[in-house]
């Protein structure tokens, strides 16, 4: 069964440092991209970071400069280096990953982790 699965979500005082991770189980064709995405309370979720099997990365605008994202394909994680957090990216963040096997797309979600920036 296809599972992601994230940890390192917590509480930290604005300005502090988190770290996300998320490991793809069970997928069994080439996972091609890698992503953070967030949903804060009354908002959609949106994209915070992507990053290619290959490693090219993109970033939203709001982070771009404090988070790095990284993956290691041969043990198919991802994860989200969070610096200089603020209290607007408290949110539940969302590990997702994206395969294709025999001509079909699949997009995989994990359960989502809370991160609380506190001011």
């Known amino acids: 069964q296809a599972q992601l699965r994230e940890s390192g979500g917590g509480l930290v005082q604005a300005g502090g440092s988190l770290r996300l991770s998320c490991a793809a189980s069970?997928?069994?064709?080439?996972?091609?991209?890698m992503g953070w995405y967030r949903q804060a309370p009354g908002k959609q979720r949106e994209l915070v970071a992507t990053i290619t099997r290959g490693g090219s990365t993109n970033y939203a605008d709001s982070v771009k400069g404090r988070f790095t994202i990284s993956r290691d394909n041969a043990k198919n994680t991802v994860n989200l280096q969070m610096n200089s957090l603020k209290p607007e990216d408290t949110a539940v963040y969302y590990c997702?990953?994206?395969?294709?096997?025999?001509?079909?797309?699949?997009?995989?979600w994990g359960q989502g982790t809370q991160v609380t920036v506190s001011s």
């Open positions: 069970g997928i069994i064709f080439s996972i091609n991209a």
């Open positions: 997702n990953a994206g395969a294709q096997g025999m001509g079909v797309n699949y997009n995989y």
